[in-house]
């Protein structure tokens, strides 16, 4: 069955996401009026799932929810990324999962029913891979195809991690390469060389369940992982969080392919623009093409992580034995937090 979902959809991946400064005017003055004592993490630090501490008083039930629009063509492969993006949540926050419910919008007048099995298929073999059942979920019949999931996880209160904790000199890790939004745009342009097909994909299908390895290294003091907002847009609401500022070392950020070819012909998503404007002004970025690339919204991207220095070696041989040898190299540090660093400041300075 020759499909190509991306026509059917007018968004991409964590493309989709509405942008942080939007997203700052929706959530204002949203939180509950009286606290659950219970919510360790709520929406306040902008973290990657809801934390609420059970009645042993040891476990955190973490609860999450993640959907989007066609970023690839194959349907098994819109499954199993959206997926996997899903799931990142609970594994950024150092949580295992326990399950999943699926949540899938499908122009049933467009799309053949047996289309949608396909992509709950590829969820399926995710969810398998990450030890957890797919266990039901709701569908509507939508104007565009949409698939995501509910997923649910436990961690150790102790183990917990969060995007808030960052300390000056901590070194930070970046679990995947950038590029994922740039390499989908151009295949959906048609003009992705034959070098690059399939690296997005490859990339977006792997689950970072290295988060919970993290999770028991106390020199890990802080995580989130890299979605919708690009690099710079995780690392600036981890620096918030945090209090502090942080500076990347653009030449050790990892990239899947020569991003700069295909920038310079004009191919990246929409959603890179909205990224920048709605939090440029609280970076130093140096070029154009810096920014484009630690702006790419990123679908399924990599865990973002902040290791106490003097734990290095300690914290890389766990990278390694993850299977993430290649990318066991700092990409930055975390600074001091300067003048209006929490609240809404935060300045990062991107360095060659």
Not at 60 to 86: E, H, K, Q, W, Y
Request: with cysteine; proline share 4%.
């Amino acid at each position: 069955m020759n499909i190509r979902l991306t026509q059917y959809s007018s968004g991409a991946g964590c493309g989709c996401k509405i942008s942080p400064q939007v997203l700052d005017e929706i959530l204002a003055g949203s939180a509950p009026g009286t606290p659950d004592p219970r919510l360790l993490v709520g929406n306040d630090t902008r973290d990657d799932a809801a934390a609420l501490l059970l009645e042993d008083g040891e476990t955190v039930l973490l609860s999450t929810t993640d959907f989007f629009m066609p970023i690839v063509d194959d349907a098994f492969d819109f499954g199993r990324i959206a997926s996997a993006n899903a799931i990142s949540d609970i594994f950024a926050m150092g949580g295992r999962p326990t399950l999943a419910l699926a949540i899938l919008g499908w122009p049933i007048d467009k799309l053949a029913p047996e289309v949608a099995r396909e992509v709950i298929g590829g969820a399926k073999s995710v969810c398998a891979e990450a030890g957890i059942t797919l266990a039901g979920g709701h569908s509507i019949d939508s104007p565009e195809p949409i698939f995501g999931l509910a997923v649910s996880g436990l961690v150790k209160k102790d183990k917990l991690k969060t995007n808030e904790g960052a300390k000056p000199g901590d070194l930070l890790y970046l679990t995947k390469s950038l590029g994922v939004g740039i390499l989908a745009t151009a295949e959906k342009r048609g003009v992705l060389r034959a070098d690059d097909v399939g690296k997005a994909a490859a990339s977006m299908v792997r689950l970072n369940s290295a988060g919970a390895e993290f999770a028991e290294l106390d020199c890990v003091h802080a995580m989130t992982d890299v979605t919708g907002f690009g690099l710079l847009g995780h690392l600036l609401e981890m620096c918030r969080a945090g209090g502090v500022t942080a500076e990347l070392d653009f030449a050790a950020v990892p990239t899947l392919a020569d991003l700069a070819h295909y920038l310079g012909q004009g191919v990246a998503p929409g959603g890179t623009h909205r990224n920048w404007a709605s939090y440029g002004k609280a970076v130093d970025c140096g070029d154009e093409l810096r920014r484009m690339i630690l702006s790419d919204p990123q679908t399924s991207g990599g865990l973002l992580v902040a290791v106490d220095a003097a734990d290095r070696e300690r914290f890389e041989a766990v990278f390694g034995a993850c299977g993430l040898a290649a990318e066991a190299v700092p990409i930055g540090r975390i600074s001091a937090g300067g003048a209006g660093a929490t609240g809404g400041g935060g300045t990062l300075v991107v360095v060659g």
